[in-house]
């Protein structure tokens, strides 16, 4: 009997554990306090979900999201915010630290100069899974479905086929996303538009333009021994 009963306390306390991580997830859950972002030395390391880390992505560490968790981090000094998608655990060093960043998410958040800053967290999908109403962000009308745009918002009529690198749910993380691979060196980068009420990842980013599909697989190897990822896709 009493080992039985060490069983059944220690199966109450497994469950209020994850019960308090699922809690802790739930759409809608806030949290405020300080954001950084990843040193260098971690890319390319594993994560506690055992993803490798990756400083091109948008991604981070919470303590208590349950991995997969999306949120919305808005940086309260300039009003900035970015989705990214928890995949590890941290930050435990400092106090007051309730995220760590990817360097590419750092960016969107303009926190990569000074390491630091106060933001909200909001939970606004779970397991992978984005409700775009949760984002908080208005579709623009002057963007149509189905076009291609430079991340500076001018028309593009792409032709062939091309890489498409990353999808994003809000407008500016895309186009921030767009600018970032034109600072690397790339070209004939555009934004597809996508329907967001079939499509919580809206916008797409896509990468060259090459008459062949052989070309464009080529390019892709290029993408990827840069630490970029994506799959050819037909304009």
Do not use: W
Not at 25 to 47: E, M, N, P, V, W
Not at 49 to 68: D, P, W, Y
Not at 110 to 131: A, F, P, Q, W
Not at 201 to 208: E, M, R, T
């Amino acid at each position: 009997m009493p080992f039985i009963r060490h069983i059944y306390f220690c199966t109450f306390l497994i469950v209020s554990f994850l019960g308090s991580f699922h809690a802790y997830s739930q759409i809608g859950y806030q949290q405020k306090g300080l954001a950084s972002y990843y040193h260098d030395k971690f890319h390319g390391r594993r994560t506690s979900s055992g993803e490798r880390f990756n400083q091109n992505k948008l991604t981070a560490a919470h303590r208590k999201l349950l991995f997969n968790t999306v949120v919305r981090v808005t940086n309260l000094q300039n009003d900035r915010s970015v989705l990214v998608r928890i995949n590890d655990r941290g930050p435990y060093k400092y106090k007051g630290r309730i995220i760590d960043l990817t360097l590419t998410a750092a960016k969107e958040l303009r926190i990569d100069k000074k390491g630091l800053s106060m933001v909200k967290i909001e939970v606004v999908g779970e397991d992978r899974k984005i409700n775009y109403s949760n984002t908080n962000a208005k579709f623009p009308g002057s963007f149509e479905v189905g076009k291609f745009y430079n991340y500076r918002g001018e028309a593009r009529n792409p032709k062939g086929h091309g890489v498409q690198v990353a999808a994003f749910a809000e407008l500016v993380n895309a186009k921030y996303f767009a600018k970032e691979m034109f600072r690397e060196g790339f070209r004939e980068i555009v934004v597809k538009v996508a329907n967001p009420k079939v499509d919580t990842a809206n916008y797409k980013v896509i990468v060259g333009e090459f008459n062949a599909e052989e070309e464009a697989q080529r390019f892709l190897s290029k993408l990827k021994n840069k630490d970029f990822f994506g799959f050819v896709v037909k304009y």
